[in-house]
């Protein structure tokens, strides 16, 4: 199994990014899909999920309403949009997969891809 992020940059205090996950060796409609992310020094933490159907999303309190995301299952990709971002958004971010129902987390998770660094500027 992998899951290949990308997407990530150096972006200005309310700029935008948008964050893709591709995945491969695996029934990719059979797993809900979250996206985590760890600062420096922090430990990784919940950003967003997205039910295996694409019908049901849930956010971290500290990204709703700037963030969305997104699945493709003919593609195999998990997308996050991330608008307004701030300083503090600044992290790596990682794609992850849950065979069963989607959680906050991190240890539910099954499968974990490599991270993409966002870093935003002040």
């Known amino acids: 199994v992998q899951l290949q992020a990308s997407g990530g940059g150096l972006v200005q205090a309310g700029g935008s990014l948008r964050l893709s996950c591709a995945a491969s060796?695996?029934?990719?409609?059979?797993?809900?899909m979250g996206w985590f992310r760890q600062a420096p020094g922090k430990e990784r933490e919940f950003v967003a999920g997205?039910?295996?159907?694409?019908?049901?999303?849930y956010y971290a309190d500290s990204v709703k309403g700037r963030f969305t995301i997104s699945r493709d299952n003919a593609k195999n990709t998990v997308y996050l949009q991330m608008n307004s971002l701030k300083p503090e958004d600044t992290a790596v971010y990682y794609c992850?997969?849950?065979?069963?129902?989607?959680?906050?987390?991190?240890?539910?998770?099954?499968?974990w891809g490599q991270g993409t660094l966002v870093t935003v500027s002040s």
């Open positions: 997205i039910s295996r159907s694409g019908v049901s999303t």
């Open positions: 060796g695996l029934t990719f409609s059979s797993y809900d």
């Open positions: 992850a997969a849950d065979r069963n129902l989607g959680t906050m987390r991190p240890t539910e998770y099954d499968y």
